[in-house]
């Protein structure tokens, strides 16, 4: 009761002692740590971290872990080595990929994941947690900097807006999900802040750094933060200025743009290169659909939820009750229009798909840019703190009818007659009568007891908030999260071990490639092993568009886990193991024959210990499969097929083509080597559809769907020694509304009807699988409508599958084909590419090396994604490298002995370090010049 009396009371006897803004800061520390543990109270208590089980689990926290290694060995090859290498290239990120294109999205610019250097990988949960409570800490500094700065007075009030802005539900929801989505909320007011210090003609570096600091971290939000900060920078220059000195505010806004530019160019050697990486990523070609408008239930979701639980399209609120009385009080009072019009301006973005859709870097619709209205939320209750302690009779009265009139409207949608609606709709009352009825007269006592009452009932509401949100009464959110003293078993036990036993027997080189079934996700960046399932944001472009192209059944362009047990695919991306828990049914793909238990062995390949916490685990048995046909990384062709005529091939035609042919675009190609059809020896077979199901309605190439879970049969004759392939072409999907849609609420938002749909298929010899389809209004839809499903090889020719559909609705298909690929040419086609092939392969970062003999040219195809930062060089003289198979890459090489060498280049990395010393240079003189400088730095 002292603290909030000497903060408010100046002319207390304790005045003296909480004077100044250090006594703030510490009474923001003391309450940030007290709110912090009950806002968390369900993680801390059960031994819970922040890592969340999807998202939080195989990326952010592998992320970390993997960018800390990163970093301890460019410091050994400094200190140790003593030469300076920084690797750009992973082959354990996939098949290989660019390390900063990768995870600069999680880890790479993150100045909160920097120290990471420092942390043992058995304590990195322990880090993971403490940043991210830094993050909200150094947010809500952030914010109260902002507020002393632009003249807020009350430190009461202040304390009132860092807990508001502090702990929205944005930073709740964020917090156990993903880290770096609380980023923006440290910049953002440190973005305004430097703006405002402009218009007062103070020195731009608060501003110049923050917008260095915001584009190295993370090019997705430093996007928003633009886009953002550029409305506030015209709305508040127009405020400023008006219209009689507009040539003043031109010149303003010539001043803030000047010192954006230089931010972002001393952070061009980031930025560049991420700039490469988005523009050119799978996704902003997905083509996902902007609707006129949201769902109707979404606006009753957008309305409940300013101070509720609930994400619809990404739309976080929930903002501490208390603020729906600074909100509706901002408009019953005649000054604030700044505030006024950016306060309606984030209502009109949250209300306008189109406008969600561009924030969203043009891609599917998400309201991903919600912490700015926690911003001007926050403040607003900062500025109205004051008028809320000094009421009139009108006032309190309008402010009681229209929180009433917002309880009604909310409480007129049965679906927010919600336990946290209806205690939220409480304490907003019980704040309102605080205010009304505490401390109205001349006593200093009573008026602290009235701040110290409402900034307690701020607390009381983000708490209940978070109760609503984690405990087990509400939504059990914090039981996705994952137990601390489960991280290390489920990052040993996993299929790697028994994967590098058993190469390690058998005598395998240091580098080959696994597949499977039912695996860790991301298992081998940490490993150190190269896989072909990926799971990161960004992806290579080329991957997706193969992948697209041989209708794989993985609709996500930037998750996959493998090749749907495809024989010619698995074998030509140089897979030599394949692994699945034992116990599991094995749907393998030919030629996989079952490796001999191996005993664990000593050596750890290259450095990275599986046993990554130094002590010895029991793993889960895996079962490991040999490829008794396995390619190198890199094999060779005697010819080629144009990409032209090979995307005129059925998906089962075109994998055998490229098994016969090398891929390559005609027009590129300049060797000598000549053009030849494959020979194909897949067959389409003829089928009948069987429908007992009187749920289903087949009419040509519709099928009506009117229960889920209804089932067609397709029977065919197919042939004995194949693979059998279920191909849908032209697939589209309109489903039906469900009962309970609106309930229907997760990270993609709700919708009127099912945004996917899911084909699950059972062959004739128990094979299973499932197809997953998404909708233009999938927030992953990536435009894709063909898919041939493998049913897998069978000694025994198949002769039915049975197709389940998971949601009702109508199903259309341009066409429905079953396609049988015998395997008797496989063989002798997999010898002609192991004939002659790259020896002495040594595959690093950054490099690959090895010697070829040829008798005549040849095409060498290398199973690496393509990427424009490779350069091939034969014989020490550089030579064209080509994008074959869609994905992989090639090159030409002559007669003889040649020595053959790969070297990878992050493409703009060089030419940002250079923009990036430029503008530091630049900077430097701005600040330290003399003469004409001094008078350019006194513009400034």
């Not at 502090?166 to 973005?191: E, G, Q």
């Not at 494959?678 to 089928?687: A, C, E, H, M, S």
Request: glycine share 6%; aromatic share 14%.
């Amino acid at each position: 009761m002292c603290m909030f009396r000497a903060i408010e009371n100046r002319q207390g006897n304790l005045e003296s002692r909480y004077r100044g803004k250090k006594c703030y800061f510490l009474t923001y520390t003391v309450l940030f740590a007290v709110v912090s543990f009950l806002v968390f109270s369900w993680y801390f208590l059960e031994g819970r971290t922040f890592i969340w089980e999807s998202d939080g689990w195989t990326q952010h926290y592998k992320a970390l872990i993997y960018y800390a290694r990163y970093l301890r060995s460019i410091v050994y090859s400094i200190f140790v080595e003593h030469r300076f290498h920084i690797p750009e290239w992973d082959f354990n990120i996939g098949e290989g990929n660019d390390i900063l294109g990768t995870l600069h999205y999680y880890v790479i610019g993150d100045p909160f994941a920097v120290l990471s250097v420092l942390v043992p990988t058995r304590f990195m949960y322990v880090y993971y947690d403490i940043m991210i409570l830094l993050r909200l800490y150094l947010a809500g500094i952030a914010f109260s900097c902002l507020c002393f700065g632009t003249g807020q007075k009350s430190r009461c009030a202040v304390l009132a807006g860092s807990m508001v802005y502090v702990f929205c539900y944005w930073a709740i929801f964020n917090a156990a999900r993903h880290p770096y989505f609380l980023n923006p909320m440290v910049y953002l007011p440190m973005m305004v802040l430097g703006i405002e210090r402009m218009l007062k003609k103070e020195k731009p570096y608060l501003f110049i750094a923050t917008v260095f600091l915001s584009a190295v971290s993370n090019f997705y939000f430093f996007y928003m933060i633009v886009l953002v900060t550029v409305i506030y920078a015209v709305v508040r220059v127009i405020a400023f200025y008006q219209l009689k000195n507009w040539k003043d505010g031109l010149f303003m806004l010539f001043r803030l743009s000047a010192a954006s530019i230089l931010g972002l160019l001393m952070a061009g050697v980031v930025f560049l290169p991420m700039c490469y990486v988005f523009l050119n990523d799978a996704r902003m070609s997905a083509g996902n659909a902007v609707p006129f408008l949201y769902p109707a239930s979404y606006y009753a979701k957008l309305f409940s939820g300013f101070i509720n639980v609930g994400h619809p399209y990404w739309m976080c609120m929930g903002y501490a009750a208390p603020t729906l009385a600074a909100v509706i009080l901002l408009f019953i009072k005649k000054r604030h229009n700044m505030l006024k019009v950016l306060f309606i301006l984030c209502v009109t973005i949250s209300a306008v798909p189109f406008l969600g859709h561009a924030l969203n870097g043009f891609s599917y619709v998400a309201n991903r840019w919600c912490w700015a209205f926690a911003l001007v939320s926050a403040y607003i209750m900062v500025a109205m703190w004051p008028h809320l302690m000094q009421l009139t009779k009108r006032e309190g009265l309008f402010l009681a009818a229209g929180m009433m009139v917002y309880s009604l409207v909310c409480l007129f949608f049965d679906k927010e007659r919600t336990g946290s609606m209806h205690t939220e709709l409480l304490l907003a009352f019980l704040f309102l009568l605080a205010v009304l009825f505490l401390g109205n007269g001349g006593n200093v006592r009573w008026r602290c007891w009235k701040s110290s009452a409402a900034l307690f009932l701020v607390m009381v509401s983000i708490v209940n908030i978070s109760f609503w949100k984690n405990s087990v009464n509400g939504d059990n959110y914090a039981s996705q999260s994952k137990k601390a003293e489960n991280l290390l078993p489920q990052l040993t036990q996993n299929e790697i071990k028994d994967i590098r036993n058993t190469a390690d027997s058998e005598g395998t080189g240091t580098f080959y490639r696994y597949s499977g079934d039912k695996l860790s996700i991301n298992a081998g960046v940490l490993a150190g092993l190269s896989s072909t399932q990926y799971y990161w944001t960004l992806s290579n472009p080329y991957v997706f568009e193969a992948r697209s192209a041989l209708g794989l059944r993985e609709v996500s362009a930037y998750r996959y886990f493998g090749y749907d047990d495809r024989t010619v695919l698995t074998t030509l991306a140089a897979v030599r193991y394949y692994a699945l828990p034992s116990g599991s049914q094995p749907h393998l793909p030919y030629g996989f024959t079952k490796a001999e238990p191996a005993k664990p062995v000593s050596k750890q390949g290259d450095g990275r210990s599986l046993n990554m916490f130094g002590r010895g685990q029991a793993t889960q048995k895996y079962l490991v499969y040999r490829n008794s046909y396995a390619l190198p990384l890199a094999y060779t062709y005697d010819s080629y097929l144009s990409t032209g005529r090979w995307r005129k091939l059925s998906d089962v035609g075109k994998q055998e083509a490229m098994l016969q042919r090398l891929i390559l675009e005609k027009d590129d190609y300049r060797g000598s080597l000549k053009e030849a059809d494959p020979v194909l020896t897949g067959r389409k077979v003829q089928y009948e559809i069987k429908c007992n199901d009187e749920n289903v309605v087949i009419h040509g190439r519709n099928i009506t769907v009117k229960k889920p879970h209804s089932t067609v049969t397709l029977k065919f004759k197919g042939l004995p020694e194949s693979e059998t392939y279920l191909s849908i072409h032209g697939m589209h999907f309109k489903g039906v509304k469900a009962e309970n849609a609106a309930d229907d609420e997760d990270e993609d938002g709700i919708s009127e009807e099912p945004a996917q749909t899911c084909l699950s298929l059972r062959s004739s010899a128990g094979i299973k699988k499932k197809l997953t389809y998404y909708t233009e209004k999938h927030r992953a839809y990536d435009n894709r409508h063909d898919f041939s499903v493998n049913l897998c090889y069978t000694e025994n020719a198949a002769d039915f599958v049975r197709i389940a559909f998971s949601k009702a609705g109508t199903y259309t298909f341009d066409s429905l084909d079953i396609t049988c690929q015998p395997m008797e040419q496989y063989t002798a086609e997999i010898e002609k590419r192991r004939e002659i092939t790259l020896q002495n392969i040594t595959a690093g970062n950054d490099e690959v090396n090895g010697t070829i003999y040829l008798e005549k040219p040849k095409l060498l195809c290398l199973a690496i994604p393509f990427s424009a930062g490779w350069r091939a060089y034969v014989d020490g003289r550089e030579t064209t490298l080509y994008r074959a198979n869609v994905m992989y890459m090639a090159l030409d090489v002559g007669k003889g002995r040649h020595s053959i060498k790969l070297e990878y280049h992050t493409p703009l990395l060089k030419e940002g370090i250079c923009i990036s010393v430029f503008a530091f240079v630049l900077l430097g003189l701005i600040r330290l010049g003399n003469g004409k400088m001094r008078g350019i730095r006194g513009k400034w």
